[in-house]
C-alpha cells in the first residue's frame, strides 16, 4: 500500500509564505507524476500544480502562477509547494496526489490519480 503523507500547513497572514511537503512511503513505489490539489469548503477539489519527473515537467494552475512553485526528488518520491504571496483565496485543504502511470485523462483532473494523501490545511488570514 502507498501512502502519501503531507506536512507544512497553518495560519499565514495575507502577503505570507508557506511550504508544504508531500512524501510517499509504503511498499516499493515509482511514481509518472505527483501534485497538488486543493480543496475550499463547499467547493470541488481543484488542480494546483503537477510534476511530470520524466523531463522534470511542471504544471499550474493559472491562479497560483509566478506566486506557488513546485519542486520534487523523484528518486524519493517527494514533492514541496513553495507558496509565496498568499492571499486569502488560497485558503483550503491542500492534497497531494501521485499517478503510478501515464494517464490520457488531463492531468487537471483528479481521475488523473491514483493515489492521495489525508490533506492539509492551509489557512490565509486578510
Known amino acids: 500500500q502507498v501512502q502519501l503523507v503531507e506536512s507544512g500547513g497553518g495560519l499565514v497572514q495575507a502577503g505570507g509564505s508557506l511550504k508544504l511537503s508531500c512524501a510517499a512511503s509504503?511498499?516499493?513505489?515509482?511514481?509518472?507524476?505527483m501534485g497538488w490539489f486543493r480543496q475550499a469548503p463547499g467547493k470541488e477539489r481543484r488542480f494546483v500544480a503537477r510534476?511530470?519527473?520524466?523531463?522534470?515537467?511542471?504544471y499550474y494552475a493559472d491562479s497560483v502562477k509566478g506566486r506557488f512553485t513546485l519542486s520534487g526528488d523523484n528518486a524519493k518520491n517527494t514533492v514541496y509547494l513553495q507558496m509565496n504571496s498568499l492571499k486569502p483565496e488560497d485558503t483550503a485543504v491542500y492534497y497531494c496526489?501521485?499517478?503510478?502511470?501515464?494517464?490520457?485523462?488531463?492531468?487537471?483532473?483528479?481521475?488523473?490519480?491514483?493515489?492521495w494523501g489525508q490533506g492539509t490545511q492551509v489557512t490565509v488570514s486578510s
Open positions: 510534476i511530470r519527473w520524466n523531463g522534470g515537467n511542471t
Open positions: 509504503g511498499r516499493t513505489f515509482s511514481s509518472y507524476a
Open positions: 496526489a501521485a499517478s503510478a502511470r501515464y494517464s490520457s485523462t488531463s492531468y487537471y483532473s483528479t481521475d488523473a490519480y491514483d493515489y
